[in-house]
């Protein structure tokens, strides 16, 4: 029978106008959310968002009710109602659980196939890929031939030429006629790659990336959990494995991937107006609903996987049949009541106020709204115009909102024109404008680009230093290819260093943050090169000897060096660096190196402290350094020590006789009130030589460019030194090597013929060590205090050398006495130092993690069987928790000749089994 205005076979049911009101309800997409209301209820509170699954029951009329159904979607205004209708065949017996499978795999093809079409798909036809997969794999007959790759292989061929072919220009190119084409008219290789290499590389990623096959791996239903591949799955879900699965779970696993592709279509987002346009749901009509097929088996998967899943899917089942399925609600005889879906004001009934109140259940009771109808009426009825009359005056058109007006093709064309408009005008200046961000970017980042992996964790300074951390070779824009080159030789350890550990991740692997004042303020190769690339040299060694380890508590190490800027001035902005690096990188555990005795190097101590992060100096020896941090460690003696060993030895000097000075010293400090190294080991010499009986007198120099010192308020170092030359006592300096250098310019050039008593500090041996240097002042004889035993050569046989042997040949070739200084020496402790403390870590306790509370915990640890014989004496804190300087750390004293050539004159403190010389002070005993 043809339909009438909007009405078809319905108007014969009486009631039929209600019903038609429910489907309106539900199909029509609210603006916000998803669960449908009624009109005078769309601003109701929402409950759990669902659709029903309505099942009309009607007798020997179903196939007109779903046509009459149909036919009310398809007339809808101003857009159609996706939808489709699908005849359940008939049949004597239900189908076995198995034959299930396969008959609920048909309906959704044939649901699938539909809703696909364009017709239904004004605002986007909706796309099956999750289902499409499933369905493609379930048809597969599985392997066809012998196992010879492997028994996926072939389905992965059957699956990539699936792929290949529904993709334009692949599907183009491996045609045979256009294969021949492109092989005859462009070059061999390009014929290889259009055709073979791109398609096979961009079929792998697919596999890997696509959302369907994402989706296949993590659905809850027939894990894949073994084997856990994609193509193993895939091989379980073809004809010859799948008897083996449970039936229930295929089921599910099918209506939820096609469930998912609705919801995947619907899903709202900004970025994607199709969906938005979408303002009403899908509606799928099963006709034919009875005990021979499996139309119950559909619905029961439908509302169990709406369970399980708690997700919304944007369809309506509309079931039409000659009897109620046994799912368990009562079919409803009030079809002509309006209440049926949704109650009145003042009455708690219908299908919406019982799935509020019980969706939440695993029943499927709440989900189910079976509706009994009343028969057809024939037009031979006596009330059947009477009847149509009144079902007509009931119903009015479906209409179906239209979208939001941003959301319409239109608007966005519009959109789209001005917005290309707007980019058009603008790229000019915002190519002028990156061009010149980037070029301020590298101006404020060391002169890296944004791409460059050293740029976030390096800066400019406002002195023009490059400072920060450098972490992938960056070498801070030194001049001195040395330095370079050994910042270089770092680089490729670290390198080693990741590649061992991936080969074995069981070991532990730590990084360590060498901090130091590497250049100048300006830049240029400065004296500070020599020490800091020895010190740098050191680290080095140590971290290569530890690659060499193979054992399962040796750490693999890795070190970081940073840039502090001159006199360490920018330490704490380094440090709040490291900060954000230990936040993204755990295996930095501490810090090793600090430089210089100054204000700036203790407020970066107390920065570091603040990250958590310990740390362990190499040549740091003021006496007050200690109260700073308790997280604070050196392997270099204090200042008290150091004005200890001074005093007796020049006490020594006295009690040779002959020439020998007068028991006076004179202690020339530096008048910068930042440099807390020079200050403290000058009041530290005053108590130490006036217990040895000697008169002392302080004077103090000014240093060029002394922060917060006026030149006028003392003397220069030349000038002093000038001024020494009279003095018939011990001279002793106690500042600065590159002052020492100016003094000694002094001496040379009033009195070199017959100089004074010159002794420095342990800080002088960076102009020792520096052969260019030492050399400028052929003649002049001094004394100087040194933290190892000095005058090392590369020769020596020991840890250390036989590295730096290896990993800096050039230096030991250039240098014949590399390392004078002990700042190499120094650093490889420090480094060893931690190293010992983690693997002593490890064997106690191999499952407590390595952090640095643990690590600090460990270093303090070193002491009695645990101590360091190191290359710069014995390392040991006397099992004292609070002591944080090693027990009579090694102290030499050593002399530049006349001929510049340098020698030990003898030592105080532990080193091995050797005894200091007997005019030091008595050792230190350590607490029992």
């Known amino acids: 029978m043809e339909p009438t205005g909007t009405m078809t076979d319905l108007p014969?049911?009486?009631?039929?106008?209600?019903?038609?009101?429910?489907?309106?309800?539900?199909?029509?997409?609210?603006?916000?959310?998803?669960?449908?209301?009624?009109?005078?209820?769309?601003?109701?509170?929402?409950?759990?968002?669902?659709?029903?699954?309505?099942?009309?029951?009607?007798?020997?009329?179903?196939?007109?009710?779903?046509?009459?159904?149909?036919?009310?979607?398809?007339?809808?205004?101003?857009?159609r109602v996706p939808h489709c209708l699908h005849r359940l065949p008939s049949g004597d017996a239900p189908p076995s659980n198995r034959e299930s499978v396969e008959a609920v795999r048909g309906v959704l093809e044939g649901i699938a196939g539909e809703l696909a079409r364009d017709v239904n798909g004004r605002d986007g036809r909706v796309r099956f890929r999750r289902f499409g997969l499933v369905n493609w794999l379930m048809r597969q007959g599985g392997r066809a031939g012998p196992e010879v790759d492997g028994p996926d292989r072939p389905l992965l061929h059957e699956l990539r030429a699936r792929e290949l072919s529904r993709r334009r220009a692949f599907g183009f190119l491996r045609s045979p006629e256009s294969e021949l084409a492109v092989q005859s008219r462009v070059p061999w290789w390009l014929w290889l790659l259009a055709t073979h290499v791109i398609p096979l590389a961009w079929f792998r990623a697919r596999r890997g990336l696509g959302r369907e096959y994402k989706w296949l791996l993590n659905q809850p239903y027939l894990?894949?959990?073994?084997?856990?591949?994609?193509?193993?799955?895939?091989?379980?879900?073809?004809?010859?494995?799948?008897?083996?699965?449970?039936?229930?779970?295929?089921?599910?696993?099918?209506?939820?991937?096609?469930?998912?592709?609705?919801?995947?279509?619907?899903?709202?987002?900004?970025?994607?107006?199709?969906?938005?346009?979408?303002?009403?749901?899908?509606?799928?009509?099963?006709?034919?609903?009875?005990?021979?097929?499996?139309?119950?088996?559909?619905?029961?998967?439908?509302?169990?996987?709406?369970?399980?899943?708690?997700?919304?899917?944007?369809?309506?089942?509309?079931?039409?049949?000659?009897?109620?399925?046994?799912?368990?609600?009562?079919?409803?005889?009030?079809?002509?009541?309006?209440?049926?879906?949704?109650?009145?004001?003042?009455?708690?009934?219908?299908?919406?106020?019982?799935?509020?109140?019980?969706?939440?259940?695993?029943?499927?009771?709440?989900?189910?709204?079976?509706?009994?109808?009343?028969?057809?009426?024939?037009?031979?009825?006596?009330?059947?115009?009477?009847?149509?009359?009144?079902?007509?005056?009931?119903?009015?058109?479906?209409?179906?909102?239209?979208?939001?007006?941003?959301?319409?093709?239109?608007?966005?064309?519009?959109?789209?024109?001005?917005?290309?408009?707007?980019?058009?005008?603008?790229?000019?200046?915002?190519?002028?404008?990156?061009?010149?961000?980037?070029?301020?970017y590298r101006a404020a980042h060391c002169g890296l680009s944004r791409s460059a992996p050293d740029a976030e964790t390096m800066e400019t300074a406002s002195t023009g230093e490059c400072i920060g951390v450098a972490t992938h070779g960056s070498t801070f824009r030194a001049p001195d290819r040395a330095l370079n080159r050994t910042l270089e030789v770092i680089t490729t350890l670290n390198r080693r260093a990741e590649q061992a550990h991936r080969r074995d991740p069981d070991r532990p692997m730590i990084t360590l943050v060498h901090l130091s004042a590497l250049l100048s303020s300006a830049g240029k190769s400065t004296a500070q090169f020599s020490y800091v690339r020895e010190a740098l040299q050191g680290a080095a060694s140590a971290q290569s000897r530890q690659l060499k380890n193979p054992g399962r508590n040796e750490p693999i190490l890795r070190i970081f060096p940073a840039n502090a800027g001159s006199g360490m001035r920018f330490g704490t902005r380094v440090a709040e660096i490291v900060g954000r690096m230990r936040r993204r990188d755990p295996s930095i555990v501490g810090v090793a190196g600090l430089d210089q005795s100054r204000e700036a190097t203790t407020d970066t101590i107390r920065r570091l402290t603040g990250i958590g992060l310990p740390m362990v100096a190499t040549t740091l020896s003021a006496d007050a350094l200690v109260q700073k941090s308790p997280l604070y460690f050196q392997v270099s003696p204090q200042n008290r020590r150091e004005a200890e060993v001074a005093a007796a030895y020049a006490d020594h000097l006295v009690e040779a006789g002959g020439d020998a000075p007068k028991r006076e010293v004179r202690v020339i400090y530096s008048a910068d009130t930042t440099d807390i190294y020079s200050r403290n080991l000058k009041d530290d010499l005053a108590g130490s030589f006036a217990a040895h009986g000697f008169r002392v007198e302080n004077v103090e120099y000014s240093p060029p460019q002394a922060a917060g010192v006026d030149p006028l308020d003392a003397p220069g170092p030349g000038e002093v030194g000038q001024q020494s030359c009279s003095y018939d006592g011990v001279v002793f300096f106690a500042g600065r090597s590159e002052d020492f250098e100016s003094l000694l310019g002094g001496v040379n050039q009033v009195c070199h013929s017959s100089p004074p008593v010159l002794?420095?500090?342990?800080?002088?041996?960076?102009?020792?060590?520096?052969?260019?240097?030492?050399?400028?002042?052929?003649?002049?004889?001094?004394?100087?205090?040194?933290?190892?035993?000095?005058?090392?050569?590369?020769?020596?046989?020991?840890?250390?050398?036989?590295?730096?042997?290896?990993?800096?040949?050039?230096?030991?070739?250039?240098?014949?006495?590399?390392?004078?200084?002990?700042?190499?020496?120094?650093?490889?402790?420090?480094?060893?130092?931690?190293?010992?403390?983690?693997?002593?870590?490890?064997?106690?306790?191999?499952?407590?993690?390595?952090?640095?509370?643990?690590?600090?915990?460990?270093?303090?640890?070193?002491?009695?069987?645990?101590?360091?014989?190191?290359?710069?004496?014995?390392?040991?804190?006397?099992?004292?928790?609070?002591?944080?300087?090693?027990?009579?750390?090694?102290?030499?004293?050593?002399?530049?000749?006349?001929?510049?050539?340098?020698?030990?004159?003898?030592?105080?403190?532990?080193?091995?089994t050797r005894r200091q010389a007997s005019w030091c002070p008595r050792l230190e005993a350590a607490p029992s």
């Open 12 to 79: 014969m049911f009486p009631g039929a106008g209600n019903m038609l009101k429910l489907v309106a309800d539900l199909v029509r997409r609210p603006s916000r959310g998803e669960c449908p209301k009624p009109e005078k209820h769309r601003n109701a509170r929402q409950g759990r968002e669902g659709l029903p699954v309505i099942c009309l029951v009607s007798g020997d009329g179903h196939t007109q009710l779903a046509e009459g159904v149909r036919a009310f979607l398809r007339e809808a205004d101003p857009r």
């Open 759 to 912: 002794l420095g500090g342990d800080d002088v041996v960076r102009l020792a060590a520096d052969p260019e240097r030492r050399a400028n002042y052929p003649g002049l004889s001094y004394d100087f205090l040194d933290f190892t035993l000095g005058s090392t050569k590369c020769a020596n046989v020991s840890e250390l050398y036989s590295e730096l042997r290896r990993l800096f040949p050039q230096e030991c070739a250039n240098v014949a006495s590399s390392s004078l200084d002990g700042h190499a020496a120094l650093a490889f402790d420090a480094v060893k130092l931690y190293v010992n403390a983690i693997k002593q870590l490890r064997e106690d306790a191999p499952t407590m993690p390595l952090t640095p509370p643990a690590v600090w915990h460990a270093i303090s640890g070193v002491h009695g069987d645990h101590v360091l014989d190191g290359e710069s004496g014995i390392i040991s804190f006397g099992g004292d928790v609070e002591r944080q300087v090693p027990l009579d750390k090694l102290i030499s004293v050593e002399r530049i000749d006349d001929q510049g050539t340098p020698r030990q004159l003898g030592f105080c403190g532990r080193v091995g």
């Open 223 to 440: 894990s894949p959990a073994d084997p856990g591949t994609f193509e193993g799955f895939a091989e379980r879900l073809t004809k010859p494995h799948i008897g083996g699965e449970d039936a229930e779970q295929l089921r599910k696993l099918m209506v939820n991937a096609f469930l998912e592709d609705l919801r995947a279509a619907y899903r709202r987002r900004i970025w994607r107006p199709r969906a938005v346009r979408r303002t009403a749901y899908c509606v799928a009509i099963l006709d034919g609903l009875g005990e021979g097929n499996c139309g119950t088996t559909i619905i029961e998967t439908i509302i169990d996987v709406r369970i399980e899943t708690g997700a919304f899917d944007p369809l309506l089942v509309i079931a039409a049949g000659a009897h109620a399925p046994g799912i368990g609600s009562p079919a409803h005889d009030d079809w002509g009541d309006p209440r049926m879906w949704e109650p009145d004001e003042n009455l708690h009934s219908g299908w919406r106020h019982k799935f509020e109140q019980k969706g939440r259940s695993r029943s499927r009771s709440p989900w189910y709204l079976p509706v009994r109808t009343p028969p057809l009426l024939s037009p031979e009825h006596d009330d059947y115009d009477y009847t149509r009359r009144s079902e007509i005056s009931q119903d009015s058109q479906l209409r179906i909102d239209d979208p939001p007006r941003w959301a319409r093709r239109g608007t966005l064309l519009l959109l789209s024109a001005v917005i290309a408009l707007v980019v058009a005008m603008t790229t000019g200046g915002a190519t002028a404008f990156a061009w010149n961000s980037g070029e301020d």
